[in-house]
């Protein structure tokens, strides 16, 4: 069985003290995810977080490798898939310029609603946990 790498991270930023996570919509399907990709070559997963987000959103994070969480799953074309996710904190004044070959759509949102826009329960686990990191004073 083939096994994709990937990496990315929950992107936030605070809003009234409160987390409002970036959600990124896939240009090629309804999937609502966070920003994340392919490891390429020997980049590290912190590496392909940071190539990654930055590619799909011109954001230039600095990412917490404090907190991470991993995805691991079948996909529908037989290759398993392990995702590792991080977090990175943005200003509130960010500008977001989306890929557009992947990316259709993006938002922030409060935790409940990027939880139900979310388009898998494994991508809502991981916001779960992140949330749970970032709102116990890991900020």
């Given at each position: 069985m083939i096994t994709?790498?990937?990496s990315g991270a929950v992107v936030y930023q605070l809003k009234a003290g409160q987390?409002?996570?970036l959600l990124?919509?896939?240009a090629t399907?309804?999937?609502w995810g966070f920003p994340k990709g392919h490891v390429e070559g020997t980049e590290t997963d912190l590496e392909t977080a940071h190539r990654e987000i930055q590619e799909e959103t011109s954001l230039d994070v600095t990412i917490d490798p404090?907190?991470?969480t991993v995805l691991d799953y079948d996909m529908r074309n037989g290759?398993?898939?392990h995702v590792v996710l991080y977090t990175a904190?943005?200003?509130n004044d960010v500008t977001i310029h989306r890929q557009a070959v992947e990316i259709s759509d993006f938002g922030w949102f409060p935790y409940q609603e990027a939880r139900a826009t979310l388009s898998y329960a494994n991508l809502q686990g991981a916001l779960d946990q992140a949330h749970a990191y970032l709102?116990?004073?890991a900020q």
């Open positions: 994709e790498n990937a987390p409002q996570y990124l919509k896939s399907s309804d999937f404090e907190f991470h290759h398993h898939k904190k943005v200003p709102t116990e004073g």
